[in-house]
């Protein structure tokens, strides 16, 4: 599996997950090298699904440390901790995959199946990726960031605002990135919707993760509890599963 995925760029992509992230500016050095590694897979090089979703979140991440040096958030202690744990759980899955090991989520793995092809379309695939990023890492890394920082996932506190801010940059940045993956025929459409695609992306974006707090602290209730923590994950992988194959399938293409 891992030869007829990664190809003669395997032992690249061993090398940049090799790397363990510990803060922002080290996750998007290695989502920038883990972007031109992906651009490099047989035989869909630069149609590589996988690279779509990385070049998105690339962007993201990009702007929330854009933001982090600005001092724009309240906590920046918290952002930069969610960051790198959220990052790690990507990671992980990647170098769980690149083993062929078991352990790799579903939710991940409807994406990364694709990557040695048939080719998919840009959108619903940059769209299946963060639906198992948002869905099933998310509230993972919130548990974890909160642990470690000693404090918990309260609504209205300073990390709350602090991470409804990302939904600001995601609709900053949501216009130029879905444009960039439409053909030209498709621009012609998309200019006479005006905003409303813009419009109807951003608030699916903003209710997912607002869906992801509210499992996270669920999961923080029940996070010394090993069998409700399985029982927790089982469920959002296959939720993130289900959704990821309906992003991946011809149904999929309408969001082209």
Not at 77 to 96: H, I, K, M, N, P
Not at 220 to 249: N, P, Y
Request: charged residues 25%.
């Amino acid at each position: 599996m891992t030869e007829s995925v990664w190809g003669p760029v395997r032992q690249d992509m061993a090398d940049v997950l090799a790397g363990h992230p510990d803060d922002v500016p080290a996750v998007v050095d290695q989502l920038t090298k883990l972007q031109d590694v992906l651009e490099r897979v047989p035989p869909l090089l630069v149609s590589n699904p996988l690279a779509d979703f990385n070049k998105l979140y690339l962007t993201i991440t990009t702007s929330v440390l854009e933001r982090l040096y600005a001092g724009r958030f309240a906590d920046p202690a918290f952002l930069s901790r969610l960051d790198v744990e959220f990052a790690a759980r990507y990671f992980d899955a990647l170098r769980q995959w690149s083993d062929a090991s078991a352990g790799c989520p579903r939710a991940w793995s409807v994406l990364f199946h694709r990557i040695p092809g048939p080719d998919a379309r840009p959108l619903p695939s940059a769209a299946a990726g963060v639906n198992a990023h948002i869905n099933f890492d998310l509230p993972f890394a919130l548990v974890t960031t909160f642990d470690h920082l000693g404090s918990d996932p309260v609504d209205h506190s300073d990390q709350h605002h602090d991470y409804l801010q990302i939904n600001d940059i995601f609709a900053e940045s949501i216009p130029g990135l879905r444009r960039g993956f439409l053909e030209k025929w498709q621009l012609i459409i998309d200019m006479m919707n005006g905003d409303l695609d813009d419009w109807w992306q951003g608030e699916l974006i903003e209710y997912t993760r607002n869906v992801a707090w509210r499992n996270s602290q669920k999961l923080w209730c029940v996070r010394h509890d090993l069998q409700a923590i399985g029982r927790e994950r089982a469920r959002l992988d296959g939720t993130a599963e289900a959704f990821g194959k309906l992003l991946m399938s011809p149904m999929g293409a309408i969001l082209q």
